[in-house]
């Protein structure tokens, strides 16, 4: 990889030479009059669904191009968040949508080609494994989506499914080479192979990235390998098929307390010890002991076929994570490592038909994941003379597999100006059970350590199932050749978090015993928790402008919360709240001129507790009515793109409204603003290239200090328990890409 890097730069460096004699390229003109230019404001099928074009994702994604979300960043209702510029601090970083956090592992859906993408484990690498510049678009549904898509863990915040970028028909090199501040840097190859046979192209694609951290240290590497294969088969099956391999090792960026977090201009670049220190009790905040490393491995194809008067498809899917994280423990002068290794294998089959005028698609969703939370292997570790020294096992468990079942059907059909999308899903999912042992085992694998060890009878429980019915229905009226108008209704789901509360019943298992009650009982009392939202929205257009308004509301059930339970005097994960969402959403471009455009997007969304939560003693803690944490009430998004003979900026500023960090809303985080810039020269034909990019991408340029992040991954943290992520400073990064 490293030769890649130097060979690009020494010909992007022989390139500049042919500046003079190039021939500017204008970047075709956008007509707000064509919904596929401006995606981010682009109403598909549904009341809740947006497109983002490739354009709007190169433009957003940012230099690192790993972070899908960093690219939804300018749409109305999404709340991000990254601790570094580049996003390669992948479960780091943060997603809400409409202000429900989302996670792949809980609350958002995250697939590729409708397939799911990713494997988000605890505090593993998480975020796409795919490198951004392989993505052709993005449509993101705020909230539960249709039927017949929405595949993953849950939907209950939304869903996010990325188009991949096919294989090209004509042979054709695309090399790109960035470098930015503390010391990043970025190259990206991808090679088409054009068209083999009638039927047959492939391309191949590999990148590499690092950049130390912007505090503190350490650093971040990725090396990224994909392959695409698009063929037909028996002259009747149409075959795409992904590969992907990904390897992201990383020091972690410490967390501030909230007395820190209001004192920025003092803890704005505290971070892990950078050296050992003489003190026993600090060293476990030593950075190189607060790292991970992990590998991933996807596979997934689609074959497709016509079959009798419709069309069959088959989606099969497979991947892997191996890996490992080192954190200090908040108790203790000690270091816990947790091993991972998950195995995820699925399909997605569907037929679909025109019957009577309607299309007509039913399907099923097939999903096996294994080592789901709780962790099967949690090492404790002393320090001993500066090094990491075994000390003993602080959790072993066998943890059975979490099966997914979901058979769906959809219709939609047209009457003059009214379409209408009527669907339903079952959803049944099986959480594996659970066996966790002792063992006096050393440091070696948990399968060794289980070989050896003992159970322990009262940590078990056997496989418990949830189920749930998931209906959507949606109409769309096209009132005028400029106004179209759109309602819709969806129940969505996210799977409940597991691993915490198998840790209190761990803890505290002398007293549910107690009281008669065993692991299985607090298992079978899990719920998969819904939601029931509506939407209406209206996308009217002008000759040279376009506004889209939205209403939404939605009602959350079975809400995962920490709740006292008076039988054990203890407050634990259960599935007992209910939660409610209202907001409204404008998005809006303006075209001044065929080079100057202009686009905006503001939401205001309120999500809080309908009731009172009674916690420990059984006191009640009055938060109905409180905004949740991390959750922005207003957000306010502004920008322009300027186009003239190649040349182009882009300009984009972000309002963050003020935020809590507890349920109390006591915890309270100010308002802040970015501003980041886009700019860059497209050539053709030049110096023997068929196009060059020569670009620059300034983050943060006014070098703010904010919390860009607030850990408060259920919503219902009290005083004292969240995590401040600090955002990071002003970034630039120059890029050359170059295709041929």
Known sequence: MKSIRLSLVALACLSVYGWANSEAYTLSSISVTSDEAHALVETQDAANNVAVSKESIDKRVGPGATNPYKALDMLASVH????????????????????????????????????????????????????????????????????????????????????????????????????????????FMRVDSGKISENTKMFLSASSSQADKWKGSGDTQRENVEAGLSTL?????????????????????????????????????????????????NNKYYYDFNRQHFKENLAQATFEAPLFEGTISFKPYHIDTDGYRYAYNQSGNSVTKTEMEQEQNGFIAQYVQKIADADVKVGYWYQSIESIPPPTAN???????????FSSWSMLNDVGNREIDSPFLSVTKEFDQLEVEAGI??????????????????????????????????????????????????????????????????????????????????SNNATFRA??????????????????????????????????PTLYHIVYNDKQVTAYDPAVNLTYYQNNAKAEANGFELSATYELSRSFELFSAFSY??????????????????????QVPDAPKILAKVGTTYRQNGFYVSPALKYVDKRYGDIQNIESIPSYYTVDVETGYVAKNFYGFKEALFSV???NLLDK????????????????????????????????????
């Open 697 to 699: 991408s300034l983050q």
């Open 515 to 548: 009281k008669g009650i065993s692991l299985q009982d607090i298992w079978d009392k899990f719920e998969l928790e819904t939601s029931d939202q509506f939407d209406v929205r209206a996308k009217i257009k002008g000759e040279n402008w376009m506004i889209v």
């Open 80 to 187: 991000t968040g990254q601790v570094d510029s580049y996003g390669l601090s992948l479960d780091q970083n943060s997603f809400r949508i409409r202000g429900l956090y989302a996670d792949t592992f809980s609350r958002l859906a995250l697939t590729a080609d409708g397939v799911p993408s990713v494997v988000n484990v605890g505090q593993g690498a998480m975020g796409s494994i795919l490198d951004m510049e392989n993505i052709e678009a993005m449509n993101l549904t705020m909230g539960a989506s249709k039927a017949d898509s929405g595949f993953g863990f849950g939907n209950n915040a939304g869903s996010l499914d990325m188009r991949t970028k096919k294989a090209s028909d004509t042979l054709g090199v695309m090399l790109k080479q960035s470098v930015g501040t503390e010391d990043f840097y970025r190259t």
């Open 233 to 281: 088969l028996f002259d009747t099956i149409k075959t795409d098929i992904l590969l992907a391999h990904n390897d992201i090792e990383r020091n972690d960026y410490r967390a501030l307390t909230y007395a820190q977090a209001k004192n920025l201009g003092t803890y704005y670049n505290y971070d892990f010890n950078p050296t050992l220190t003489s003190s026993a009790a």
């Open 605 to 626: 969304n309120q999500l809080k507790f309908t009731d009172n939560l009674t916690t420990t003693g059984g006191a009640t803690l009055a938060i109905s009515g409180n």
């Open 425 to 506: 899903r079952y959803m049944r999912m099986t959480l594996g059970g659970v066996q966790s042992y002792t063992t006096t085992s050393g440091d070696v694998s948990d399968g060794e350590a289980i070989a050896h060890g003992t159970r322990i009878p009262y940590l078990y429980a056997d496989d418990t199932t949830l189920s749930a019915t998931l209906p959507s229905l949606n109409f769309k009226y096209t009132l005028s050749e400029s106004v179209d108008l759109f309602a819709g209704y969806a129940k969505g789901y996210a799977s409940p978090w597991i691993g915490p509360l198998f840790s209190i019943y761990k």
């Open 705 to 740: 200090k904010y919390i860009a992040i607030i850990k408060n991954d259920l919503d219902d943290t009290g005083t004292g328990g969240t995590s401040y992520y600090t955002g990071a400073p002003f970034t630039a990064v120059a890029s050359i890409t170059l295709k041929f």
């Open 379 to 389: 090492k404790s570790y002393n320090i001993v003379n500066g090094k990491l020294v």
